[in-house]
Nanobody, 120 residues
Framework: QVQLVESGGGLVQAGGSLRLSCAAS????????MGWYRQAPGKQRELVAL????????????VYGDSVKGRFTISRDSPRNTVYLQMNSLKPEDTAVYSC?????????WGQGTQVTVSS
């Protein structure tokens, strides 16, 4: 089992920044990828960013959703089993519940979600 604890959501004005954190515990050695998805009211859940938790210390493969490319950056602290999402130039359309996801070879796990609200 893997447990995920998210933090860092909140209310911010358009153009502002927020940083989300997601810390994993439990069977963390089984995690291959971690990242974030989001879901706005009335919309489907969408990928925000995912990062490879293994590989080189200096470089990690990552993938971003089209709507956040160039504005959001995902990073990792592998020894602490933690990922971060730096969100810059936030827009009202970024308002959503952001959920952390951990992917192992056998299954995936979700955090409880954290609300991000961007006011115009």
């Amino acid at each position: 089992q893997v447990q995920l604890v998210e933090s860092g959501g909140g209310l911010v004005q358009a153009g502002g920044s927020l940083r989300l954190s997601c810390a994993a515990s439990g069977r963390t050695s089984s995690i291959n990828f971690m990242g974030w998805y989001r879901q706005a009211p009335g919309k489907q859940r969408e990928l925000v960013a995912l990062i490879d938790m293994g590989g080189s210390t200096n470089y990690a493969d990552s993938v971003y959703g089209d709507s956040v490319k160039g504005r959001f950056t995902i990073s990792r602290d592998s020894p602490r089993n933690t990922v971060y999402l730096q969100m810059n130039s936030l827009k009202p359309e970024d308002t959503a519940v952001y959920s952390c996801k951990a992917v192992t070879t056998e299954m995936y796990y979700w955090g409880q979600g954290t609300q991000v609200t961007v006011s115009s």
